[in-house]
């Protein structure tokens, strides 16, 4: 242990806007939030350091200094004053120190809390290291209501509706453009996964010359298929437009995750199941995601954009629960907000490096497997 660097960052002064946060444990979680803290510009928030027993601390890559053992936790609260306490101890090895984070801190106003709740704050995202059966079971907060779900559908409805009838000369106008430009159908249909992981058919205008050779499920391997009109039109997310018609079906709301690839699901739900790495067992997390119907937009859309490989699905997994934890109309109209901001901003246009697009694939091909795209995406 670096005693200097504990001492200097443990005993640093008070700021008067400064909160000093102390976190128990060393797990992946308490990693996660070092490291977003470490790297926010405008934070008023600092973790002056761990508390945990060594062997413990062995396994877990933190980028903060342990003070000292369980045991000697009074003792460090005592000498370091902090503001707040995160609890980010693992399920396999509970062992909170329960009356002294009663005596030490809750009876002097030292706030304590859950790591994964302050995570949540902290990145809009979900902590799936750390999400346990035990806390999804007995989770009040997880997932939507029935009157959150039955004004979602109605918002949604009237949305889609109102929309078509508004935008019509609009889709005419792209459905025109698409077909003048490059032969094949207007619309890109494809097999989804929607709610309670039910297939459905996804509309999209189609946005991709034919393939004429194999390639992989990835945007950045077609990027040269992504015609001058498609390229315009995934930038300003006109492409997504026909599913209005899917939310007046009933298969899409408004807002909700992106529904996946039906050919990438078995895929995607097998890496997921893997991804705790506390409880070392496997959870079904793509049953959460399918709690609620998929979206022409999405909190991950918003904050994550689009995926090019499966990490960066994992990563929009985290937004994706998120939203399916904190569903409500408040959250709803913040990313229908932000989604109208990106329209009218556009984003990185398709070929550059910093674009994370979706790309059309076709049904019944594996996730690593080359496509041979003989028809029109």
Request: positive net charge; proline residues 9%.
């Given at each position: 242990m670096n005693h200097t660097r504990a001492v200097s960052t443990a005993f640093a002064p008070r700021g008067r806007f400064r909160e000093r946060i102390l976190?128990?444990?060393t797990t992946p979680l308490a990693h996660e939030i070092t490291h977003h803290l470490e790297n926010r510009l405008l934070t008023r928030q600092i973790v002056i350091g761990i508390v945990d027993d060594p062997p413990?601390?062995?396994?877990g890559p933190v980028h903060c200094d342990l003070l000292g053992s369980l045991s000697d936790l009074s003792r460090i609260v005592d000498a370091v004053q902090p503001d707040r306490v995160l609890i980010a101890l693992g399920e396999r090895r509970r062992r909170t120190p329960v009356q002294v984070l009663v005596e030490s801190c809750v009876a002097r106003g030292i706030l304590v809390e859950d790591a994964s709740e302050f995570y949540e704050r902290l990145t809009g995202q979900l902590a799936i290291e750390s999400l346990t059966p035990t806390t999804l079971v007995f989770s009040r907060r997880f997932g939507p209501s029935r009157l959150q779900q039955r004004l979602s559908r109605t918002i949604s409805l009237l949305v889609a509706i109102i929309g078509l009838v508004l935008l019509a000369p609009l889709l005419a106008l792209i459905a025109v453009a698409v077909k003048l430009e490059s032969s094949g159908p207007v619309l890109f249909v494809h097999t989804r996964?929607?709610?309670?992981?039910?297939?459905?058919?996804?509309?999209?205008?189609?946005t991709m010359y034919t393939?004429?050779?194999?390639r992989s499920e990835w945007e950045r391997d077609n990027r040269d298929r992504v015609t001058p009109v498609g390229r315009f039109l995934r930038a300003f997310r006109l492409d997504e437009l026909p599913q209005f018609v899917n939310v007046i079906r009933g298969e899409m709301n408004l807002v909700g995750p992106r529904p996946h690839p039906a050919s990438n699901y078995e895929l995607f739900t097998l890496v997921a199941r893997n991804m705790n790495e506390l409880t070392g067992g496997a959870i079904g997390y793509y049953t959460l995601r399918s709690m609620v119907?998929?979206?022409i937009t999405g909190w991950a859309q918003v904050r994550y954009r689009y995926a090019n490989d499966l990490e960066e699905e994992i990563q929009k997994l985290r937004y994706d629960l998120y939203y399916v934890k904190h569903v409500s109309t408040a959250l709803d109209l913040r990313i229908v907000f932000e989604t109208i901001l990106v329209m009218v901003k556009g984003h990185p246009a398709v070929g550059s490096r910093s674009s994370r697009q979706?790309?059309?694939?076709?049904?019944?091909v594996p996730l690593t497997a080359p496509v041979n795209r003989t028809q029109a995406a």
């Open positions: 976190i128990i444990g413990a601390a062995a396994t996964v929607g709610l309670h992981g039910r297939s459905f058919k996804l509309l999209k205008f189609r393939a004429t050779s194999p119907r998929p979206g979706e790309v059309e694939r076709p049904a019944a």
